[in-house]
């Protein structure tokens, strides 16, 4: 392999294996270093659906509304492909965090605090701010002035196999056909209760609002401020929900492709389809026909890992 290639490789798994410490420098990096990734991939996407969706007829208006309508479908695409990625973001954030937890000496679940509005602004800015001890802690030694390639040869100390992190975020060692299935049908069931209660939640705080205000009992400036902190509370909930269980699902397809004999990085075959799924906008028949093919590519990809067993 090129040694530029695994250059990137060992610093990818340096900063979001969630086997090591990360210290402040580091943490910001690495958030900086998966905007910035996020960004481009949000770019491309853009790029595939403005010249997949630009109008071959002219539209009967005038020039300058044309420009104006124009710059509104431009915003609208970017921000739509912007947004299918975005779960990118949230979840090399989190696995980001967890390296920062563990060198604060804090147990992973610290990571919910991301739900909570302005709360996840605080806590965010305290895991950029706080210094971690330069000593040995349960998560093994400290990286503080290493550099990247003496840090690759720090001794990793993994999580305990026994822990509810190691049972959800590792991808070291592998994984058989049967735990995986069962694994995989259990997330899903769960993500879906966990999306479907928070419809409920949002739904009950809209009643019980709607209530309160025809009963007198609040303002309508308090309602619309109640309301905009449920929303963004229930947005926030979600987006780490979804990053959550494709970080989930992405580990053990790394420990199924182990399992198979395969390098990690296979799990790519999933993941790129899935976006390119996600991201290409509606219409037209070269865009239905690639779709389909993504999606049988994808059928196919987990299927393999479904039902064929390792030798």
Not at 121 to 147: I, Q, R, W
Not at 193 to 207: H, N, Q, T
Not at 263 to 272: C, K, M, P, R, W
């Amino acid at each position: 392999m090129n040694a530029k290639c695994q250059n990137i490789i060992n610093r990818f798994d340096l900063y979001f294996s969630n086997e090591q410490r990360l210290n402040r420098k580091r943490f910001i990096y690495g958030h900086l270093a998966a905007f910035f990734a996020t960004l481009f991939i949000a770019t491309l996407f853009f790029s595939c659906r403005f010249f997949s969706s630009a109008p071959t007829a002219p539209l009967p208006f005038a020039p300058s509304l044309l420009k104006v309508i124009g710059l509104g479908l431009f915003v609208q695409d970017f921000v739509m492909s912007l947004k299918a990625v975005s779960f990118i973001l949230t979840a090399l954030s989190v696995l980001l965090t967890f390296g920062r937890l563990r060198d604060l000496s804090l147990a992973w679940y610290w990571v919910f605090l991301y739900i909570l509005p302005a709360i996840n602004l605080f806590f965010f800015f305290y895991l950029c701010c706080k210094k971690g001890k330069e000593a040995e802690n349960e998560a093994g030694f400290s990286l503080h002035g290493l550099t990247d390639a003496q840090a690759l040869l720090v001794p990793r100390r993994p999580l305990s196999p026994k822990s509810c992190a190691h049972y959800l975020f590792c991808c070291q060692g592998s994984l058989a056909r049967r735990p995986f299935f069962w694994r995989n049908f259990l997330l899903f069931c769960v993500t879906t209760c966990l999306i479907l209660g928070l419809g409920a939640i949002l739904v009950s705080i809209f009643s019980l609002g709607l209530i309160a205000k025809s009963a007198y009992l609040i303002s309508g400036f308090s309602l619309g401020f109640g309301y905009l902190l449920a929303l963004t509370s229930c947005a926030s909930c979600l987006s780490l929900i979804i990053a959550l269980a494709h970080i989930c699902a992405s580990f053990w397809q790394v420990q199924r492709w182990h399992d198979l004999k395969k390098s990690g990085a296979f799990f790519l075959l999933t993941l790129i389809p899935y976006l390119f799924l996600i991201s290409l906008p509606e219409g037209g028949f070269f865009l239905f026909f690639l779709k389909l093919l993504l999606a049988l590519w994808l059928f196919c990809t987990l299927a393999y890992l479904f039902f064929i067993s390792s030798k």
